[in-house]
Nanobody, 115 residues
Framework: QVQLVESGGGLVQPGGSLRLSCAAS????????MGWYRQAPGKQRELVAI???????NYADSVKGRFTISRDNAKNTVYLQMSSLKPEDTAVYYC?????????WGQGTQVTVSS
């Protein structure tokens, strides 16, 4: 079992920045898929940014150039640096880790972009 705990969400003005963190409860394989999804009210959960096979990154078109995913393997933590935030980035952000046929999810952290 892996527990994922997200942090770093909050209220930010348009154009602002936030950094989300996702800490795993135990050592995770750096070669496994791990990253970030989000779900806005009334919408389906969507991919934001993710590591695949350890070193490859994939970003949603809507966040390319504004968001950066990174990881600290020693801390079993994945980060999402979000810049130039827009109101449409408002959502609950979830961390996901894949081990074999099992998807592990965190509880989510709310990000609200509003003036």
């Amino acid at each position: 079992q892996v527990q994922l705990v997200e942090s770093g969400g909050g209220l930010v003005q348009p154009g602002g920045s936030l950094r989300l963190s996702c800490a795993a409860s135990r050592s995770v394989f750096s070669s496994n898929t791990m990253g970030w999804y989000r779900q806005a009210p009334g919408k389906q959960r969507e991919l934001v940014a993710i590591f695949t096979r350890g070193i490859y990154t994939n970003y949603a078109d809507s966040v390319k150039g504004r968001f950066t995913i990174s990881r600290d393997n020693a801390k079993n933590t994945v980060y999402l640096q979000m810049s130039s935030l827009k109101p449409e980035d408002t959502a609950v952000y979830y961390c996901k880790y894949v081990a074999g046929n099992t998807d592990y999810w965190g509880q989510g952290t709310q990000v609200t972009v509003s003036s």
